[in-house]
């Protein structure tokens, strides 16, 4: 099977990060020799680890010396750990198509082919290497960046709170983590990834520059063009390639006196909303109220006006539901202490019965114990009630 699986197999990553061979494969201090081609292909893809690949027999003792040294040779751990190693042997189909998909000079064995995690060759000779170490170190600088396991595991577990992020539009937040996984020269999966994230948030971008400019461009709802605008700079602004965008449409719209008010209405009512989301109602009704004082007879002060209002019932609502839960509570409190006197006067009642009328003594001490569950006097009637026969 030729190294098309490292696109077919990529989907096996996530898969076979659960198996029990990933775990050594990726251990600083142990070297992982694979004899599976869809282990090797999905390990490389994942990691961004050059799969050195070994064509050789059972009955090449060169063959076996290099696989043999690759793994067991603690002055190789720290080259060897950053591959991922295959062994194939030369006789099956499988060689026959990497010998036809790759330039491998020399007819013997071992035949040895290094590939880039993205599939691009960089090695492909007959012979074991004479000087192993320097071997391995000489074509790990072809093969770009290799990340620690701990570095790799960092950058997935970033890459799925961007996609949480994004998933729950906040841009923002997504941009900014997809751009801590990204590594220069790395070709690990995750960097790739997190470059796709990217590239899909630029296309919200524009999207949504799109939409902000069409309803800037109709007279009724130009406010809420500007608005629009405003959430895509503070959505995209940390974005390498949008931000050019978002700026120039910013400063595009805002061109002229008018244009330069709407903004500043903008701003102002944006600030305000945010308060509101933030749940500082004084605040927010502050801001809106200045809005209304600094831009009297616009779209924003209409706006301003209705929010106040809201604020306002909203305010006088809470107001009220606090009257009663106080008057609630203090009811309560009322009937508590009530509950508890009228239980210590049924206890005394049917302690005063006990020695001449047992009967009528329970009657009165279970009447203590519901006027009260949990007063004094309830757990004395239950501790009478107990030696009652």
Known sequence: MPLRMLCQTACLVVLFASTTLLTP???????????DQDQAVALTRR????LLAIGGTVNCVYCVKMAKQ??????????AS?????????????????????????????????????GKQIYGKTGAPAELKSFLEQNLSDAGTVLSGDELADREKLLREAQK??????????TELGLECIQDDCYAAVVGEARKLLDNLDDRAVVAL???EKKLASRDKQLDGALALLEVEASFSGHPSAQGRVKDALSRQAEGEEKASLFA???????????????????????WQKVAADFPDTAAATLAGRRLADLEKRSAKGSARSDTARSATARSATEGAGGARKAASLLKLGQQLLPTKP?????????????DPESEAADTARELLEKLP
Do not use: H, N
């Open 359 to 371: 009967a009528d003594a329970r009657d009165y001490l279970q009447r203590a114990i519901e006027a």
């Open 165 to 174: 992020s994004l998933k729950k539009k906040d841009y923002a937040k997504a």
């Open 82 to 118: 950053k591959y991922v190693i295959l062994k194939i042997d030369t006789s099956t189909p499988l060689w026959r198509e990497w010998r036809e998909k790759y330039e491998i000079d020399g007819d013997g064995v071992p035949q040895v082919v290094i590939l880039r995690a993205d």
């Open 25 to 35: 494969a990726l251990a600083a201090d142990r070297v992982a020799v694979l004899i």
């Open 265 to 287: 209405q903008a701003r102002l009512v944006r600030d305000a909303q945010l308060l509101e989301t933030a749940k500082k109602r004084p605040e927010a009704i502050e801001a």
């Open 210 to 212: 799109k939409e902000a």
């Open 70 to 79: 690759l793994e067991s040779d603690e002055s190789l751990i720290p080259a």
């Open 47 to 50: 990691t961004g680890r050059p």
